[in-house]
């Protein structure tokens, strides 16, 4: 599978190479990625805090891999398949 030409594994690597957060919604304030978009229009990939029960509220903002370029989707999980063989 690939993403823009780029074989998935390659491109996840490449996203998580050089994490650092942005500081828009450090306080934990924004809920989602597509929320940060909404309210920052200007935002790019990357690393976001996002809080989606809100600030204050139950669980603690966490940080989380945002693709803004594609709508503002949060990257919540990384698959890997193993290709298994018959012995």
Do not use: K
């Amino acid at each position: 599978m690939t993403v823009g030409g780029i074989h998935i594994d390659e491109y996840i690597a490449s996203v998580f190479a050089n994490l650092t957060a942005s500081d828009t919604c450090a306080d934990g304030s924004c809920t989602s990625c597509f929320d940060i978009l909404q309210t920052y229009p200007s935002s790019e990939d990357g690393v976001y805090t996002i809080d989606p029960d809100g600030a204050n509220n139950g669980y603690d903002p966490f940080y989380a891999y945002c693709d803004m370029d594609n709508g503002g989707w949060t990257l919540l999980a990384r698959l890997v398949w193993h290709a298994v063989g018959a012995v």
